[in-house]
């Protein structure tokens, strides 16, 4: 299997985990046979305000490759900015988070709040797509809750800007 120019070894990917893929959990599941690793989730808004500890989430070593750096937020300029770093860490490929249900996330118009307005989901995500040159996939949910089940006409609005690829936890925000 390839993510863009970089082909995968075996079937299985450490899934980003907020709070548990660290550097040492990433390099631990790399040694024991995982394709590939994710960072945890990273705030958009925080790298543009330079924040220290985001910008540290984002950083790969090179027991971490090959790694996807994931990102959230809910401002097409700003994820921009943010997919665009990453793209600087050596990242093979930059993930967007709708799928977060945390209120810390969702409660600010990102993470799987972001189902909610597959208008700026779509913008978002061809916003990242036109700032890197690496593939750009997402992560989200089945909808938001069981009264808006959305994931597959969302996942063709963002095959359509540009996502590389599209991951859906069979389950909704709620």
Not at 58 to 66: Q, S
Not at 71 to 96: N, Q, R, W, Y
Not at 128 to 149: F, H, L
């Amino acid at each position: 299997m390839n993510i863009g120019n970089t082909e995968l070894k075996g079937y299985c990917a450490l899934a980003p985990m907020a709070g548990v893929t660290d550097r040492a959990f990433r390099e631990l599941c790399l040694s024991y046979g995982a394709s590939c690793v994710y960072t945890e989730m990273v705030s958009a808004k925080g790298l543009t305000m330079h924040d220290r500890k985001s910008g540290l989430l984002m950083t790969l070593t090179e027991g971490e490759r090959p790694g996807i750096v994931q990102i959230f937020g809910c401002e097409p300029e700003s994820m921009a900015l943010a997919a665009k770093k990453a793209e600087e860490t050596g990242c093979i490929a930059v993930d967007i988070n709708m799928g977060c249900p945390a209120p810390k996330v969702a409660g600010h118009g990102g993470g799987s709040a972001l189902m909610k307005d597959p208008d700026l989901a779509a913008r978002v995500t061809e916003a990242c797509v036109k700032a890197v040159s690496i593939p750009v996939t997402v992560k989200m949910r089945s909808g938001w809750d069981e009264n808006s089940i959305n994931a597959p006409g969302l996942a063709a609005m963002l095959e359509s800007a540009g996502a590389a690829a599209i991951t859906v936890h069979g389950r909704t925000r709620k």
